[in-house]
């Protein structure tokens, strides 16, 4: 059994805050003494269809608390994706339909168990007791809370400020989340420090109900493969955990360098005293051993080594030309640009239907990967290699 203090310390490690962490260190010592594990919350909508390495980030904190005696209790929203997280959004969040949230939900279970011991995981979904609220019951529980405690989330407020709508039932999502912690009597609640309001509120009801208050945990959101934003699918700067190892490797290998200390720090184990050295002396050896670092974790150690195998063999060996096109694009306001679109601009396909026809053959590489869907969109940046058949180009960014 680990000691207080190791928890602590490990637990500490790639976290954006602790609160309050003297309640967060008595619970601990609470547990250790009468053997009673802690029990940690995660919520999750279901609003996409796969988990990429940014979402990661917060489930193998979840994993760190397994190892460690404590029980997680993952709640799937599929209740409170039916209102839609406003978090962080200047504009109403689409409603997805019940279909869609099911098939999101059952998808998010098969992949939780690629990082989640299923030993020590409670699976819930709220919809089991939002769902049986009665309009009398929600009068009540919204009593709890005031108005200006509700217009103090930035968000909220910004909104309200520019003129843009903010409806009564996104009001209710922090009201929904909080219910979550009440039912299941949570001890700690993680998320991203985006989430702070709403995990605090969970801290004030639980008080209000007679609990002692969850503590909230914050872990940072990773950026994405352009080292600026959120890792997002929507955004194409992720990696998903299910790619394939050379897949996963090659995108590793395209991170700027100011993003690989806070990449090793929150995708992988290894400890952070190696890291700075490695980053400072040589960066690119840096990089192939966050690639596969990654790749071991979701993969094996042989694909580990296969992948950077083939990525050597392909970029380092010089097979690809010094003395390639380059050639200008601009991007959308999202940061990224249509797959077939990045083709036409390279001059790499006759128009459209020839890019499609390339890329649904897998004719098209970037950056070594080999894209397939016609409907990627992707975060370019300059410097990036495209190849079809033995012709490269590369990316400048307007």
Request: charged fraction near 25%; aromatic fraction near 8%; proline fraction near 4%.
């Amino acid at each position: 059994m680990a000691t207080v203090d190791e928890q602590l310390k490990a637990l500490a490690r790639g976290v954006q805050a602790i609160v309050p962490m003297d309640e967060f260190k008595a619970k601990l010592e609470k547990s250790a003494k009468t053997g009673v594990p802690l029990r940690i919350k995660l919520g999750i909508d279901p609003t996409a269809s796969d988990i990429h390495l940014g979402f990661a980030v917060v489930l193998r904190k979840l994993r760190q608390f397994q190892d460690f005696g404590h029980t997680i209790d993952l709640v799937i929203g599929d209740f409170t994706a039916m209102i839609g997280d406003p978090t962080g959004r200047s504009l109403t969040r689409p409603q997805l339909t019940d279909e869609q949230i099911t098939a999101h939900a059952i998808t998010y279970e098969h992949q939780l168990y690629k990082i989640l011991d299923p030993a020590k995981t409670k699976v819930h979904r709220n919809s089991d007791w939002l769902g049986k609220i009665t309009f009398a019951q929600l009068i009540e529980i919204t009593g709890k809370f005031t108005v200006a405690q509700i217009l103090e989330r930035e968000d909220f407020s910004n909104r309200m400020a520019s003129g843009q709508p903010l409806y009564l039932h996104e009001i209710l999502y922090p009201v929904a989340q909080a219910l979550d912690s009440v039912d299941l009597v949570s001890d700690v609640e993680i998320g991203g420090q985006d989430q702070t309001f709403n995990i605090m509120a969970g801290r004030d009801l639980l008080r209000e109900y007679g609990h002692e208050p969850q503590i909230g945990l914050f872990m940072p959101i990773l950026v994405g493969l352009d080292g600026e934003k959120k890792m997002s699918k929507s955004l194409g700067n992720y990696i998903g955990i299910f790619e394939s190892p050379a897949e996963q490797f090659g995108k590793t290998m395209s991170i700027p360098d100011a993003a690989l200390e806070q990449w090793f720090e929150l995708c992988t184990d290894v400890p952070l005293e190696e890291v700075k050295p490695l980053i400072a002396e040589n960066p690119m050896a840096a990089k192939k051993r966050l690639g596969r670092e990654i790749v071991a974790l979701y993969h094996s150690t042989e694909d580990a080594d296969h992948a950077q195998a083939a990525w050597e063999h392909q970029f380092s060996q010089r097979e690809v030309p010094d003395d390639m096109p380059e050639f200008e694009v601009t991007l959308e306001e999202n940061g990224t640009i249509w797959v077939v679109n990045l083709l036409k601009a390279a001059e790499l396909a006759k128009g459209t239907n020839d890019a499609r026809r390339t890329i649904q053959q897998g004719g098209f590489q970037l950056n070594g990967e080999k894209v397939t869907d016609i409907e990627a969109r992707v975060a370019a940046k300059t410097g990036d290699v495209l190849k079809v058949g033995r012709r490269y180009a590369k990316i400048s960014v307007q």
